[in-house]
C-alpha cells in the first residue's frame, strides 16, 4: 500500500482572520452550523481542542446506525502560519472509501483584506486505487472550504 497525495487551491472571498477562526478556533461549533444533515454535534473527547486533541463527530441520519461516529484528530495547527490538519482515526470517511488511513491539511495565505488563497491537501492509503481515487478523498475538502466562506460571510 502506498501513500498518495492530492492537492487543490481554493480562492475564497473572506479574510484570512475570519476564515482561520471558523476554520480552526471554532470547528466544533461551526461544522455542524454548516453541515447540519452530515454532522451533527462535536465533542472534545481528548484534549483541549487544541493541537493533539481527539473530535468525536456524531453524524447525521444519511448514515447507517453503525457508522454515525467518526473520530478525527487535530495534528496541525499552526496559528502563526494558519495551518490546520486533521487525520481521520476511525469511521465511514475511511470504510466508506476503502482508505487505510486519510489526513486532510489547510493551509491559508492572505491575497486581499476580504480574499484569502486555500492549499488544500490529503494525504491517503487505500489498497483499491481507482482513477479518481485522489479527488474523492479531496471533495469533502472543496465543499468544507466553500460552506466556510458562505458562514463567515454570512456571520
Known amino acids: 500500500m502506498a501513500v498518495k497525495e492530492k492537492k487543490d ?3 475564497v472571498g473572506v479574510g484570512v482572520e475570519a476564515l ?3 476554520m480552526a478556533k471554532d470547528t466544533v461549533t461551526v461544522i455542524p ?3 447540519p444533515s452530515i454532522v451533527r454535534s462535536i465533542e472534545v473527547i481528548e484534549g483541549d481542542g487544541g493541537l493533539g486533541s481527539v473530535l468525536l463527530f456524531n453524524l447525521g441520519d444519511h448514515h447507517v446506525e453503525s457508522k454515525r ?3 478525527e484528530k487535530i495534528v496541525e495547527l499552526n496559528d502563526f502560519e494558519y495551518r490546520f490538519a486533521l487525520k481521520v482515526l476511525e469511521g465511514p470517511a475511511l470504510t ?3 482508505f487505510s488511513a ?3 491539511s489547510f493551509q491559508l495565505s492572505k491575497i486581499g483584506e476580504q480574499e484569502t488563497l486555500v ?3 490529503v494525504v491517503y492509503e487505500t489498497e483499491k486505487e481507482e482513477a479518481n481515487t485522489g479527488d474523492i478523498a479531496l471533495q469533502p475538502a472543496i ?3 466553500q460552506f466556510l466562506e458562505k458562514y463567515v460571510l454570512e456571520s
Open 119 to 121: 492549499d488544500l491537501k
Open 143 to 145: 465543499s468544507y472550504i
Open 102 to 104: 486519510l489526513t486532510t
Open 33 to 35: 452550523k454548516i453541515m
Open 9 to 11: 487551491q481554493k480562492t
Open 96 to 98: 466508506l472509501r476503502n
Open 69 to 71: 461516529k467518526q473520530t
Open 20 to 22: 482561520w477562526r471558523a
